[in-house]
T-cell receptor, first 114, second 107 residues
């Protein structure tokens, strides 16, 4: 059984560019959530997908968008990158809202915007 | 808007001592999670608490939930160096996180 895999692990982009981050959920998991974690802070909820439908969204602007595919893998897209978007982006998956074992997190994508 | 507050934010303990981390949240929730994060690493699930009065224990860590007080505690018993990490609580199905408690256990 594989865990949650995120790609790429590191990324450097220029302000104004667009970026796509990818997440492969743990086998059997149908829910995926994305988080932004700035250095020294707690993860901030971006949005959640359940069976390919958006199931909740945090306080992030529309330039943050996502997709979940039929195999439950997911993408996070960020348009018009800003310097403040520099952070660790974490993907977490679960089955049934993680009521038994919590969510399984990936190792994250470190995004630097210059 | 849901607010999740943890305290303390920083905790330095000696090995062998006991301490408690607190997690308060502002609105009703049907679940509370505790996670551990080591420096430069991702988050590891510790506990999921689903009902008032729930208590779970794993090794030197014990978590409890009081939904009426909107409070969860993470109690550390006889701390060891390996417990040094940042501990987060998170509330609701979509997991709104607290700021974390950075724990350092010193010999």
């Amino acid at each position: 059984e594989t865990g949650v895999t995120q790609s790429p692990t590191h990324l450097i982009k220029t302000r104004g560019q667009q970026v796509t981050l990818r997440c492969s959920s743990q086998s059997g998991h149908n829910t995926v959530s994305w988080y932004q974690q700035a250095l020294g802070q707690g993860p901030q909820f971006i949005f959640q997908y359940y069976r390919e439908e958006e199931n909740g969204r945090g306080n992030f602007p529309p330039r943050f968008s996502g997709l979940q595919f039929p195999n439950y893998s997911s993408e996070l897209n960020v348009n018009a990158l800003e310097l403040d978007d520099s952070a660790l982006y974490l993907c977490a998956s679960s089955l049934g809202g993680g009521v038994n074992y919590g969510y399984t997190f990936g190792s994250g994508t470190r995004l630097t915007v210059v | 808007e849901l607010k999740v507050e943890q305290n303390p934010l920083f905790l330095s303990m000696q090995e062998g001592k006991n301490y408690t981390i607190y997690c308060n949240y502002s609105t009703t929730s049907d679940r509370l999670y505790w996670y551990r994060q080591d420096p430069g690493k991702s988050l590891e699930s510790l506990f999921v608490l689903l009902s008032n009065g729930a208590v779970k224990q794993e090794g030197r860590l014990m978590a409890s939930l009081d939904t009426k007080a909107r409070l969860s505690t993470l109690h550390i018993t006889a701390a060891v160096h390996d417990l040094s990490a940042t501990y987060f609580c998170a509330v609701n199905n979509d997991m709104r996180f607290g700021a974390g408690t950075r724990l350092t256990v010193k010999p």
